[in-house]
């Protein structure tokens, strides 16, 4: 506001001044910050969520009262417990990991504050096993889906309880048949005895017998 005042003095000519109020000023302002901010507000820096009045000098020479309604975001920070196969891996933002460890990830929120995110990530060894197997003639072995009747070495995936793969390797041997033809001549009354069999007449008979071998 503006008023005009005259003064007299004594011996003087009267003296006519303009005296101008100048409002207050004030501001208000609401600010919200990412947990670990700060707001410096003149002389005072602000770390909390809460209103705060902070007294400034303006430029004009008069007090600014600058009120702030701050709020502070809590941090963002997830944890997670993560379990992949040998040879898997796990990407978290921009990082990929293939090895068992706690690993500590900052992420870009929507928001715009950053998430920390904790990843327990255990990579499962790799199960592999090898067996040695012998067959006789006309035998078989199966692994998986897989059935296997001649000698070789042959390799099986298959998937474990644990939904990761078990990597098989059969060594087989297929004994090769015991076959054997003897030509045997006796005299009348006389009799051959072959296995649990005996004969007495002549002819061509075909007997299997169990080798030590099995």
Same mark, same amino acid.
Do not use: M
């Given at each position: 506001?503006?008023? #005009?005042?005259?003064?007299?003095?004594?011996?003087?000519?009267?003296?006519?001044?303009?005296?101008?109020?100048?409002?207050?000023?004030?501001?208000?302002?609401? #600010?919200? $910050?990412?947990?670990?901010?700060?707001?410096?507000? *003149?002389?005072?820096?602000?770390?909390?969520?809460?209103?705060?009045? @902070?007294?400034?000098?303006?430029?004009?020479?008069?007090?600014?009262?600058?009120?702030?309604?701050?709020?502070?975001?809590?941090?963002?920070?997830?944890?997670?417990?993560?379990?992949?196969?040998? =040879?898997?891996?796990?990407?978290?933002?921009?990082?990929?990991?293939?090895?068992?460890?706690? &690993?500590? @990830?900052? $992420?870009?929120?929507?928001?715009?504050? @950053?998430?920390?995110? +904790?990843?327990?990530?255990?990579?499962?060894?790799?199960?592999?096993?090898?067996?040695? #197997?012998?067959?006789?003639?006309? =035998?078989?072995?199966?692994?998986?889906?897989?059935?296997?009747?001649?000698?070789?070495? &042959?390799?099986?995936?298959?998937?474990?309880?644990? *939904?990761?793969?078990?990597?098989?390797?059969?060594?087989?041997?297929?004994?090769?048949?015991?076959?054997?033809?003897?030509?045997?001549?006796?005299?009348?009354? =006389?009799?051959?005895?072959?296995?649990?069999?005996?004969?007495?007449?002549?002819?061509? &008979? +075909?007997?299997?017998?169990?080798?030590?071998? =099995?």
């Amino acid at each position: 506001t503006t008023e #005009i005042y005259t003064l007299s003095l004594h011996d003087a000519l009267p003296i006519s001044t303009h005296l101008t109020i100048r409002p207050a000023n004030t501001f208000t302002q609401t #600010i919200t $910050l990412c947990a670990g901010g700060s707001l410096t507000v *003149g002389i005072n820096t602000h770390t909390a969520t809460g209103t705060y009045t @902070d007294v400034l000098v303006a430029k004009n020479g008069c007090d600014s009262t600058a009120t702030t309604n701050l709020t502070i975001r809590p941090a963002n920070t997830f944890t997670q417990t993560i379990t992949v196969c040998s =040879g898997g891996n796990l990407t978290v933002g921009t990082n990929t990991y293939t090895a068992t460890g706690t &690993y500590s @990830d900052v $992420l870009v929120s929507k928001s715009g504050c @950053d998430s920390t995110v +904790t990843t327990h990530l255990t990579v499962r060894p790799a199960h592999t096993f090898t067996q040695t #197997i012998t067959v006789c003639a006309g =035998g078989s072995v199966t692994v998986g889906t897989n059935t296997y009747t001649t000698t070789g070495t &042959y390799t099986d995936v298959l998937v474990a309880k644990n *939904g990761c793969d078990s990597t098989v390797t059969t060594n087989l041997t297929v004994r090769p048949a015991n076959t054997f033809t003897q030509t045997i001549t006796v005299c009348s009354g =006389g009799s051959l005895a072959v296995g649990t069999n005996t004969y007495t007449a002549t002819g061509t &008979y +075909t007997d299997v017998l169990v080798a030590k071998n =099995g």
